[in-house]
């Protein structure tokens, strides 16, 4: 999946240590544009954090995978960052309301006369 907006907000940089040695993980809000912006929490693991494209007030174009698993009964949902784009052009879908919608086409109106009359 892909979404567009602007990187509003960058959370504190998460490391540890796992079974595969060390790990690094940053969360960052972007904003969409639209009639109803949204704002959406998006995590980038291992070479994505400190990527130039996660600074506050730049436009970016993020593909990601979503997720979710149940822990104690209840149900999470991840967004994970697989690949950050600053310049603006994707190849996948768009998140829709990152789209103004799109306008519809003019209505055709039809006359009651006789020569326009359908075959019904």
């Known amino acids: 999946m892909e979404i567009k907006g602007k990187v509003v907000q ?9 079974k595969n040695g060390t790990w690094k993980k940053q969360d960052f809000v972007i904003e969409t544009d639209g009639q109803y912006p949204k704002k959406v929490c998006i995590s980038a693991w291992g070479d994505k954090v400190g990527a ?26 991840d967004l994970k ?7 603006g052009e994707g190849s996948g879908e768009s998140y829709a309301a990152s789209q ?8 055709t109106t039809f006359s009651a006369d006789e020569d326009n009359a359908l075959p019904f």
Request: charged share 20%; no cysteine; net charge negative.
């Open 81 to 87: 960052a697989w690949k950050l784009d600053t310049s």
């Open 52 to 77: 130039e494209s996660l600074q506050v007030g730049k436009d970016v174009n993020v593909s990601f995978d979503v997720e979710s698993r149940e822990y104690n009964g209840k149900w999470y949902t």
């Open 100 to 107: 103004p919608a799109a306008a519809f086409p003019p209505m």
């Open 10 to 18: 960058l959370l504190p940089l998460q490391t540890g240590a796992g």
